[in-house]
């Protein structure tokens, strides 16, 4: 029988470096109201209507805010993977081409085959150049990688149509100046999954590529009660990352430091001046992931992997690949405000007793 | 030397390659493992040890 606290493993977790974070506080104090007062069908909570305009007015507000965008410019998605094919396939006309990175995410690669496109290369460092692009062009910009935490440099010299794939960056990274369509997940700002912000900043520069009845930007039925709550998420984590950011970027420059002068040959993915502090991702040589990440779990330390040997079909992390960084042996950390430097030590010095028993 | 690590996963490919090449100066490594290519290029980078492909699946790599 499932009892409560049985598919967690409550308890057994000293430090949980894994991206997918838990729901933060602010937020399932909110849902647990909403259920509490039945608002069990997202598209009729509350019942009264006018209170739920209220609220989603609200909650637009506190989105718009703090993702640098205005409250007419942007709508909910259910399903934040579609804002990719909105965001992009919106953008392109029969004269267009596409331009995305190798590191991009496998949502752009999808709507790419669909599309005239030429994938650019990364160099070691995760960067991009952008080519000279005509009016109807589009680049597909990831503000910030989610596997590296290299944030890309500024699309400033790319004339053409832009989307924000800022589903990593979440409230991290400002929007860069020219954009055309952006994406949030939910997620990103530790709010409830099941929710992605998709925002145009010209209507008339985009067409809905879904089949729709009317100009709105979406149909999806998203949860009332889900946006709330990611709204509330998203205020406490912008203030708790501006508390914590100087510890949390400590903490990664220690880990950095140890992990090239404590094990030899370890690839860490770009600089901690060309990343965002929370995320960092290393390989280690002649290391089998999936047998570290198990034994690293066994220990209390939760952690991903970009790994072949680790993933569900076998391939290596594109993104690894992709710059020029070894695939194998690979560790990605996030580390999230809660995480403690003490946490981090403890976590070293128990990653090191197990690359050398490993390598042994 | 040829080093036969056809159906082999990750990372037992570059292990077993690295354990070669220290008694080897050269190696002609067989792997179809859809890391080696990729890992390869970076265990290349940070050994300073080369390669080249030689065939399908089929790699020459030659010491420092």
């Known amino acids: ?360 | 030397m040829e080093l036969n690590c056809l159906g082999m996963n990750c990372p037992l490919p570059i292990i077993n390659l690295a354990r070669a090449i220290k008694i080897e100066a050269e190696v002609i490594l067989l792997s179809d493992d859809p890391a080696t290519l990729p890992d390869l290029a970076a265990w290349s980078r940070m050994t300073g040890n080369t390669f080249s492909i030689i065939g399908k699946d089929k790699y020459l790599v030659k010491r420092l």
């Open chain 1, 1 to 360: 029988m499932l009892k409560a606290g049985s598919v967690l493993g409550v308890g057994s977790v000293t430090a949980n470096f894994q991206s997918e974070s838990p729901l933060h506080p602010a937020a399932r104090a909110f849902l647990t109201d909403a259920f509490d007062r039945g608002w069990a069908d997202p598209a009729k909570v509350p019942q009264d209507s006018r209170q739920a305009a209220i609220l989603r007015n609200e909650a637009k507000e506190i989105f718009a805010k703090q993702l640098g965008i205005r409250a007419d410019q942007f709508e909910f998605l259910a399903d934040p993977s579609i804002g990719f094919h909105l965001g992009i396939s919106g953008l392109l006309t029969p004269s267009s081409t596409l331009y995305y990175s190798a590191v991009d995410r496998s949502e752009v690669f999808a709507v790419a085959g669909t599309a005239a496109a030429e994938k650019l290369p990364v160099s070691l460092n995760g960067q991009t150049a952008y080519p000279t692009a005509g009016k109807y062009d589009v680049l597909g910009w990831q503000a910030i990688n989610g596997e590296t935490g290299i944030r890309s440099q500024d699309p400033n010299g790319f004339s053409g149509q832009l989307f924000v794939d800022a589903t990593t960056a979440g409230h991290v990274a400002k929007l860069p100046q020219g954009w055309s369509t952006a994406l949030w997940n939910s997620k990103s700002w530790q709010g409830p999954s099941g929710l992605g912000i998709f925002a145009v900043a010209d209507r008339s520069a985009w067409r809905n590529p879904l089949p729709h009845l009317d100009n709105q930007i979406s149909h999806s039925e998203y949860s009332l009660p889900l946006a709330m709550a990611s709204a509330l998420a998203l205020d406490a984590h912008v203030s708790e990352y501006r508390q914590n950011e100087s510890r949390i970027r400590e903490n990664n420059s220690s880990i950095r430091e140890f992990l090239s002068k404590e094990i030899p040959d370890v690839d860490i993915a770009g600089t901690l001046e060309s990343s965002v502090p929370h995320l960092i991702s290393f390989s280690i040589l002649y290391i089998d992931a999936q047998i570290l990440v198990s034994e690293l779990d066994r220990r209390g330390f939760a952690v991903d992997s970009g790994s072949a040997c680790s993933s569900e079909n076998l391939e290596p992390s594109h993104v690894l690949a992709a710059m020029g960084l070894l695939t194998h042996g690979n560790i990605r950390l996030t580390l999230h405000n809660t995480i403690s430097s003490e946490a981090v030590q403890s976590f070293l010095i128990t990653l090191k007793e197990l690359v050398e028993k490993i390598r042994d």
